[in-house]
């Protein structure tokens, strides 16, 4: 049985930071391509980050230059580092990791709470 766990969220202030950890049991994340999506109020659900198990990373442009994705093949563990946090960065962040070959399964969390606010 696979679970994902994210894990990180909180309040923080607008220019301050946070990581999300994304946890696997039943799945090895190297193997997956490991997508970070947020979802704000009244929003749908996109992209911000999508992993792919050579490493290679691509950034939805919002997060460009202030959010970091990276693995831990050890713990089996993807985090998202996000810095300069504005208010509309808040959201219900989730983690999503599809094995490779792609199309077969496909596994979600069940998110983590990002308010950015003065």
């Known amino acids: 049985q696979v679970h994902i766990v994210e894990s990180g969220g909180g309040t923080v202030q607008p220019g301050g930071s946070l990581r999300l950890s994304c946890a696997a049991s039943?799945?090895?994340?190297?193997?997956?391509?490991v997508g970070w999506y947020r979802q704000g109020p009244g929003k749908q659900r996109t992209l911000v980050a999508n992993?792919?198990?050579?490493?290679?990373?691509h950034y939805a442009d919002f997060a460009k230059d202030r959010f970091t994705s990276s693995r831990d093949n050890a713990k089996n563990m993807v985090y998202l580092e996000m810095k300069n946090l504005k208010p509309e960065d808040t959201a219900v962040y989730y983690c999503?990791?599809?094995?490779?070959?792609?199309?077969?399964?496909?596994?979600w969390g069940q998110g983590t709470q990002v308010t950015v606010s003065s």
């Open positions: 999503n990791a599809e094995p490779v070959p792609l199309g077969v399964s496909n596994y």
């Open positions: 039943g799945v090895v994340l190297r193997n997956c391509v």
């Open positions: 992993m792919f198990p050579d490493g290679t990373t």
